[in-house]
């Protein structure tokens, strides 16, 4: 790990204020993925912000009768608030899929949504890499590729985004909350948050230098039955091969989001028109544009059989 300074921010203004100072530095809290990576010399910011201090660990209702989530509101007790498991079953089930208990007490809701969307080529510095070194090019292209991306993606990468709370995140259509250096706040809706790779795969979100997410805001709750369902090659700390986060109503009609099969989330609105249809013409609008390689293909029909699982558990529920 290489050497860097360290501060403590006492408001939010202040810790983007000294983000744009201070060229180099990063924002840390729980540190769950950010000190890993340092400890491996791909990231190595020269200045570290510590936001813990900002009181940004609340979760409140909204005057529109949804939820407020403070951005440092870790993932357990996310996942464990009576209201969210009421009313956002869905982001509860993907928070508990998530990790392990011990990181999840310390991963906080801006962290999680910021995790660097990644592969093993990504940890590899012997590996050329796009989103590590920019114009290196991508090892996992005509390599090893089983675990990544089928759709969205591009020739500079076809790496996964690793969350599961942002899936279930997307299928809600949350809206993140921010503060820039200049004091001026703005609302990002969760469609909008991540990016697709294209040339730039070092670029993840769409944060400006020095923005600091400050919450996520829910909707009010739309009802319905809320599945998370995630396949992957063990039962605890592995990241999707697939997953589904669906809110279907009675009437079958309903929301789907997928992980494991894009570098963001991935959500197409018009496929969900298809939900009374059943699960094979909605993965076929989902994936209408897959790209897959020879060693994930499988993922392609696995969506498929994911989803089916997910509509036969809402119309039992």
Same mark, same amino acid.
């Given at each position: 790990m290489r050497?860097?300074?360290?501060?403590r #921010?006492?408001t939010?203004? =202040?810790?983007a204020?000294?983000a744009?100072?201070?060229?180099? #530095?990063r924002?840390?809290a729980g540190?769950t993925?950010?000190?890993?990576?340092?400890?491996?010399e791909?990231? $190595?910011?020269?200045?570290l912000?510590?936001v813990?201090?900002?009181?940004l660990?609340?979760i409140?209702a909204? %005057?529109?009768?949804?939820l407020?989530?403070?951005?440092?509101?870790?993932? $357990?007790? !996310? /996942?464990a608030?009576?209201?969210v498991?009421?009313?956002?079953?869905?982001?509860?089930?993907?928070l508990? #899929?998530?990790a392990?208990g011990q990181l999840?007490?310390?991963?906080?809701?801006?962290?999680?949504?910021?995790?660097?969307?990644r @592969?093993p080529?990504f940890?590899d510095?012997?590996?050329?890499?796009n989103?590590r070194?920019?114009?290196?090019g @991508?090892?996992?292209?005509?390599?090893?590729?089983?675990q990544h991306?089928?759709?969205?993606?591009?020739?500079? @990468?076809?790496?996964?985004h690793?969350s599961?709370?942002?899936?279930?995140?997307?299928v !809600?259509?949350a809206?993140?909350?921010?503060?820039r250096?200049d004091?001026?706040t703005?609302k990002?809706?969760? /469609?909008?948050?991540?990016?697709?790779?294209?040339?730039k +795969?070092?670029?993840? &979100?769409?944060?400006?230098?020095?923005e600091?997410?400050t919450?996520?805001? !829910?909707?009010k709750?739309?009802?319905g039955?809320?599945i998370?369902?995630?396949v992957?090659?063990?039962a605890?700390f592995?990241? /999707?091969l697939?997953?589904?986060?669906a809110?279907?109503q009675r009437?079958? &009609?309903?929301?789907?989001?997928?992980?494991g099969?894009?570098?963001? +989330?991935?959500?197409?609105?018009?496929?969900e028109?298809?939900l009374p249809h059943?699960?094979?013409?909605?993965?076929?609008?989902?994936?209408?544009?897959?790209? %897959?390689?020879? =060693?994930n293909?499988y993922?392609?029909?696995?969506?498929?059989?994911a989803?089916a699982?997910?509509?036969?558990e #809402?119309?039992?529920?």
């Amino acid at each position: 790990m290489r050497a860097f300074t360290y501060e403590r #921010a006492r408001t939010p203004a =202040e810790a983007a204020a000294a983000a744009a100072r201070k060229p180099g #530095a990063r924002f840390i809290a729980g540190g769950t993925n950010l000190l890993d990576l340092m400890k491996l010399e791909i990231e $190595t910011p020269a200045h570290l912000i510590d936001v813990n201090g900002l009181g940004l660990n609340k979760i409140e209702a909204t %005057p529109e009768g949804g939820l407020r989530i403070g951005a440092l509101v870790r993932n $357990t007790e !996310l /996942a464990a608030d009576e209201r969210v498991r009421h009313d956002y079953g869905v982001l509860s089930r993907a928070l508990v #899929a998530g990790a392990t208990g011990q990181l999840r007490n310390m991963a906080t809701t801006a962290g999680n949504l910021l995790q660097r969307t990644r @592969c093993p080529y990504f940890y590899d510095t012997n590996q050329p890499c796009n989103k590590r070194e920019p114009g290196t090019g @991508c090892g996992a292209i005509g390599g090893f590729s089983r675990q990544h991306a089928v759709v969205g993606v591009s020739d500079a @990468c076809i790496a996964t985004h690793p969350s599961d709370m942002a899936v279930a995140m997307r299928v !809600l259509d949350a809206t993140v909350e921010t503060i820039r250096p200049d004091g001026s706040t703005r609302k990002i809706p969760i /469609a909008e948050f991540h990016r697709l790779p294209g040339d730039k +795969p070092h670029i993840d &979100t769409v944060l400006t230098s020095g923005e600091l997410i400050t919450a996520v805001t !829910l909707p009010k709750p739309i009802g319905g039955a809320q599945i998370y369902f995630k396949v992957r090659d063990r039962a605890s700390f592995a990241f /999707a091969l697939v997953s589904v986060a669906a809110i279907v109503q009675r009437d079958g &009609t309903g929301r789907v989001a997928l992980g494991g099969v894009a570098h963001k +989330p991935w959500r197409v609105e018009a496929a969900e028109a298809e939900l009374p249809h059943g699960a094979k013409a909605v993965a076929a609008r989902l994936l209408a544009d897959a790209k %897959p390689t020879r =060693e994930n293909a499988y993922k392609i029909k696995l969506v498929e059989r994911a989803l089916a699982a997910v509509l036969a558990e #809402a119309k039992g529920a």
